[in-house]
């Protein structure tokens, strides 16, 4: 069992920044495949950005050149940098990994607003 706890949400305004964070407990050594999705009511959850099983990391195109993700792998925790945010960016960020199956964490919301 993988428990995933996200951290970091909330409001900022347009051009600000956030940064996420997800720490992963439970029976679990080196998670590789771990990073972020998001969701908007009414709409699919989607990718935003997240290390593939070989360690290489994978953007959506449009956050790509404004989020960072990164990691602490001894810590199995992930980041998520947000910089440049804009309001389309508003949706709830849930931290996601596979550890034989997929797992998810309940989700931090990320409003960007004026």
């Known amino acids: 069992q993988v428990q995933l706890v996200e951290s970091g949400g909330g409001l900022v305004q347009p051009g600000g920044s956030l940064r996420l964070s997800c720490a992963a407990s439970g029976t679990i050594f080196n998670i590789y495949p771990m990073g972020w999705y998001r969701q908007v009511p009414g709409k699919q959850r989607e990718l935003v950005a997240t290390f593939t099983f070989a360690g290489t990391t994978n953007y959506t195109d449009s956050v790509k050149g404004r989020f960072t993700i990164s990691r602490a792998s001894a810590k199995n925790t992930v980041y998520l940098q947000m910089n440049t945010l804009k309001p389309e960016d508003t949706a709830v960020y849930y931290c996601?990994?596979?550890?034989?199956?997929?797992?998810w964490g309940k989700g931090t919301l990320v409003t960007v607003s004026s």
């Open positions: 996601w990994c596979y550890f034989g199956t997929d797992y």
